[in-house]
């Protein structure tokens, strides 16, 4: 009976110890595989496990294949992870401690990028610009685009972050669905005016691409501060998910349930209530004393603009829209260089910004942190594979209007001859071998709707080492072919790659393109801007002396003589664009 019984505990030992193993084995298993995986293939990229199985199955046959003689890296497009089969990659990953730890490329001559080693609160809140009271997980790019980009020797004047404290409590008290918002709101709903205005307010409306609405933000949001309203943003489904929310505990976007949301389009009733439309009914003084609201101001490209632009651009006018509590602007310009000649703003706006060209270089990089989304899956899983390691990074932005086969080959021509001439990128040693020492590593970053400069530029670096004997790597992360108007994935995309132009250390751009002066904007660049020919001279390209973006069309309009007059010479600070004569940008002053 004892030797029955000790017979059956050895069984159930035996039988726990069996499943105990064969637990341990299936647990252990996957784990095995990967290490497994890793030692063996090194180009096992764990984010194929966030894949779905035929993309990954598609990126591992194309990690795969690596012909022996193929020197040229494509960067995977911004589809989800998903790598074509014609698309070769070798992702070079970074953790997030790594990256903290790395030391600048101009320190103790250690490569790795544009990172530095010495990082304060300072540098994470921007010198000042970015407040308190943020949930970082909620915008993770807000305080870890730190890790990417240099600092900026740039610092925001105490005027300026005063100005900024002052705004947030302004827009926490009147923001979106508070008791301020709610009375004003009233008054916009009732027929009768008796209603007294609590706070003032100026909503913005998108006109055309992403590059275009940033730079409108940007003015409109200074224009905000200036006369104490407060910004909200009308954002269609296409600008989903792009920008994190820039004032903490409150909103900038316009509720969906705001009154007049869906007539914002209706040009009669813009018309009706513009400056011109008032002016043409000749009831300017009636509406003086019972100001219209809401009133619509069109400072974009239309017939009908030039009266917005004499009204809004005039001390007269600002003065009649101190009266209105609502105002919708509509612009795709970059507006701000006006207020530094207009006297009721001329003071306030230069103690704002001692330096005069960093105006959208601190507004832009307080307005615009990329959304979770654009940060982690398109902009830090490009950077860390492909540009971390790189010695130095190149940003070209090439826009070309007129696709045909003889333009493309003409910007191309320009292209090279700017970037070769200025010694941005180096020349193909044609008469040596691959086997010339490596000094240094240079990535080309393409942006561009078309692949056929990437080609180009891959083609040229593809077989034969450079004269400085520097290794040439070249990436586009997407060409949509032409600009899908109203598809927000197209507009994360173009996000993710402004913001990747604006990591560069170099930066090459196309003239007129917005998209380029988001860019050189945040990343405090002066870029090297391709000319278009003139009198017959053909000039390749022309360093811009100022960051800022360049107002196509300001108003030439004097408020007191009623003449035109030459914006461009009026004050130091404010001249000619190198990229648009008829256009004017901020210069510094100093």
Not at 104 to 115: A, R, V
Not at 419 to 432: F, N, R
Request: hydrophobic residues 35%; glycine residues 4%.
């Amino acid at each position: 009976m004892e030797v029955v019984e000790v017979t059956k505990e050895r069984l159930r030992f035996a039988s726990k110890g069996f499943t105990s193993i064969m637990v341990t084995f299936f647990i252990a298993l996957p784990v095995l595989l990967i290490f497994s995986m890793m030692s063996g293939n090194s180009k096992f990229d764990p984010s194929l496990f966030f894949l779905g199985v035929d993309e990954a199955q598609n990126a591992t046959a194309a990690l795969e294949y690596k012909p022996a003689s193929f020197k040229r890296t494509i960067a995977p497009l911004f589809i989800g992870g998903h790598v074509s089969k014609d698309e070769f990659f070798e992702p070079t990953l970074m953790r997030n401690d790594d990256l903290l730890n790395a030391t600048s490329s101009h320190s103790n001559g250690e490569k790795s990028g544009s990172f530095q080693s010495t990082r304060t609160a300072d540098n994470l809140l921007l010198d000042g610009l970015i407040p308190f009271g943020f949930d970082e997980s909620s915008c993770l790019s807000r305080y870890h685009s730190v890790r990417y980009r240099r600092i900026s020797p740039h610092k925001p004047s105490p005027f300026l972050l005063a100005k900024l404290r002052n705004y947030e409590k302004l827009h926490a008290r009147c923001g979106p669905n508070t008791e301020s918002y709610n009375k004003t709101l009233k008054g916009l709903t009732e027929s009768h005016t008796s209603i007294p205005t609590v706070c003032k307010y100026v909503i913005w409306r998108p006109v055309n691409g992403l590059g275009n609405r940033m730079i409108s933000i940007v003015s409109s949001f200074l224009y905000a501060i200036l006369t104490n309203r407060v910004l909200l943003v009308y954002n269609g489904t296409d600008m989903a998910n792009l920008f994190c929310e820039p004032f903490p505990s409150t909103s900038w976007l316009l509720p969906r349930d705001f009154p007049l949301r869906n007539q914002l389009h209706k040009s009669e009733m813009k018309y009706s209530h513009t400056s011109e439309g008032i002016q043409d009914k000749d009831r300017i003084n009636k509406l003086i004393e019972s100001a219209p609201t809401p009133l619509f101001l069109h400072l974009a490209l239309k017939k009908r603009d030039y009266l917005d632009k004499k009204f809004f651009f005039c001390d007269q006018g600002q003065a009649f829209l101190r009266k209105v509590p609502w105002l919708v602007l509509s612009s795709e310009q970059y507006f701000a260089p006006s207020f530094f000649l207009m006297p009721s703003f001329q003071k306030e706006v230069s103690r704002m910004f001692l330096n005069k060209e960093t105006v959208f270089h601190h507004l832009g990089r307080y307005l615009f942190s990329p959304s979770n989304q654009v940060w982690e899956q398109l902009i830090t899983k490009f950077y860390d594979a492909y540009l971390v390691k790189a010695d130095e990074k190149i940003g070209l932005q090439i826009r070309v209007f007129r696709a045909n086969a003889k333009m493309l080959q003409i910007t191309m021509d320009k292209v090279l001859a700017c970037t070769l001439k200025a010694k941005l990128i180096p020349e193909v040693d044609t008469a040596a071998s691959n086997s010339k020492s490596r000094k240094s590593s240079k990535a080309i970053v393409v942006t561009s709707l078309r692949s056929e400069f990437y080609n180009n530029l891959s083609n040229m670096y593809l077989d034969k080492p450079t004269v400085t004997g520097e290794v040439v790597s070249v990436y586009q992360p997407s060409h949509e072919g032409y600009q899908h108007r109203g598809d927000n994935m197209h507009n994360m995309k173009a996000w993710a790659e402004i913001y990747l132009l604006s990591l560069c250390d170099v930066l090459v751009t196309s003239p007129w393109s917005t998209f380029g002066y988001v860019a050189q904007g945040l990343g405090g660049l002066k870029p090297w801007i391709l000319q278009q020919p003139e009198n017959g001279m053909y000039q390749a390209c022309k360093q811009a002396m100022s960051m800022e973006p360049c107002f196509h069309y300001p108003s030439r309009y004097d408020c007191k003589s009623e003449n035109k007059i030459d914006v461009g010479s009026l004050v130091p600070y404010i001249r000619k664009c190198e990229d648009r004569e008829s256009g004017v940008k901020l210069f510094n002053d100093h």
